[in-house]
T-cell receptor, first 113, second 112 residues
Framework: AQSVTQLDSHVSVSEGTPVLLRCNYSSSYSPSLFWYVQHPNKGLQLLLKYTSAATLVKGINGFEAEFKKSETSFHLTKPSAHMSDAAEYFCVVNLNRDDKIIFGKGTRLHILP | SQTIHQWPATLVQPVGSPLSLECTVEGTSNPNLYWYRQAAGRGLQLLFYSVGIGQISSEVPQNLSASRPQDRQFILSSKKLLLSDSGFYLC???????????FGEGSRLTVL
């Protein structure tokens, strides 16, 4: 079955330290992959997307993600966390064969002062 | 530019009553359309999606249904609401070439 798994429901990091949010996908076809962020009481915002071009994708606010087909992963990283990064992050897979778009269950990122 | 409208924003309904949530997209044609339900700790659960008029794919067997009577209109319905239908419902659209989703502002449904 096609799916997307976010391995951590909560991640806590100190301000100024690196962020790693993990995502693995399962798909029989070449997927498109996305990361969205949702701040408290706000709508969803696209952080970045992978659509079969460069495997290292840069997004907004200093985030980036690397598509690794051999590991079926699309982990989100940021070199230095900022307090404003505290939010919920969703890894999303577009199963291109039939346009089904599936969300992971989300990872809530906490930034410690 | 493209816009998406979703209404009503808030709805309180008794158990067993019908439901109709409506979503329309402006400024584009032949979009893919999606209904999601968001619950804490469960992310966004895909309920229905549509790649064209009258074409509906259902992901979750339950007492909800969806229809797409026009190219840019997507309706979520129920004949009889259950308590478990309470939640935050999001409509979204995408271009097929990119898969990037654009969301409506959501409808919060409370079933009492």
């Amino acid at each position: 079955a096609q799916s997307v798994t976010q391995l951590d429901s909560h991640v806590s990091v100190s301000e100024g330290t690196p962020v790693l949010l993990r995502c693995n996908y399962s798909s029989s076809y070449s997927p498109s992959l996305f990361w969205y962020v949702q701040h408290p009481n706000k709508g969803l915002q696209l952080l970045l997307k992978y659509t079969s071009a460069a495997t290292l994708v840069k997004g907004i606010n200093g985030f980036e993600a690397e598509f690794k087909k051999s590991e079926t992963s699309f982990h989100l990283t940021k070199p230095s966390a900022h307090m404003s990064d505290a939010a919920e992050y969703f890894c999303v897979v577009n199963l291109n064969r039939d346009d089904k778009i599936i969300f992971g269950k989300g990872t809530r990122l906490h930034i410690l002062p | 530019s493209q816009t998406i409208h979703q209404w009503p924003a808030t709805l309180v309904q008794p158990v067993g009553s019908p439901l109709s949530l409506e979503c329309t997209v402006e400024g584009t044609s032949n979009p893919n359309l999606y209904w999601y339900r968001q619950a804490a700790g469960r992310g966004l659960q895909l309920l229905f999606y549509s790649v064209g008029i009258g074409q509906i794919s259902s992901e979750v067997p339950q007492n909800l249904s969806a229809s797409r009577p026009q190219d840019r209109q997507f309706i979520l319905s129920s004949k009889k609401l259950l308590l478990s239908d309470s939640g935050f419902y999001l409509c979204a659209w995408s271009w097929r070439s990119t898969g990037e989703l654009f969301f409506g502002e959501g409808s919060r449904l409370t079933v009492l």
